[in-house]
């Protein structure tokens, strides 16, 4: 059974910063790129951020470049993101998917396993 399990959100103030972890389970964790995405109430689910399988190249989405930073560790088979000088606009849920070879958009259709999600909460 494929598990995703995300964890680490909770409420911060603006300026502040969390780290996200993603560990997952019951695939070939070193052959999968891994995303993270965000969806707030009312809104699109929408890409922040991926990390490829083979190179570790990374792509984020504008809003999150320069302030969060994704990285994995295939020995623990888990995904990280790192998110600084957050802001209340990152308010959402976050959540982890994981897919063979999703395209560079960060599409959440590409993505073919999913995670619950954890909240995180910024306050102004």
């Known amino acids: 059974e494929v598990q995703l399990q995300a964890s680490g959100g909770g409420l911060v103030q603006a300026g502040g910063s969390l780290r996200l972890a993603c560990a997952a389970s019951?695939?070939?964790?070193?052959?999968?790129?891994l995303g993270w995405f965000r969806q707030a109430p009312g809104k699109e689910r929408e890409g922040v951020s991926y990390?490829?399988?083979?190179?570790?190249?990374?792509r984020y989405a504008d809003s999150v470049k320069g302030r969060f930073t994704i990285s994995r560790d295939n020995a623990r088979n888990t995904v990280f993101l790192q998110m600084d000088s957050l802001k209340p606009e990152d308010t959402a849920v976050y959540l982890c998917?994981?897919?063979?070879?999703?395209?560079?958009?960060?599409?959440?259709?590409?993505?073919?396993?999913w995670g619950q999600g954890t909240q995180v909460t910024v306050s102004s």
């Open positions: 990390i490829t399988s083979t190179d570790g190249s990374t």
């Open positions: 019951g695939f070939t964790f070193d052959e999968y790129a």
């Open positions: 998917a994981a897919d063979q070879q999703p395209g560079i958009f960060l599409t959440p259709a590409d993505y073919e396993y």
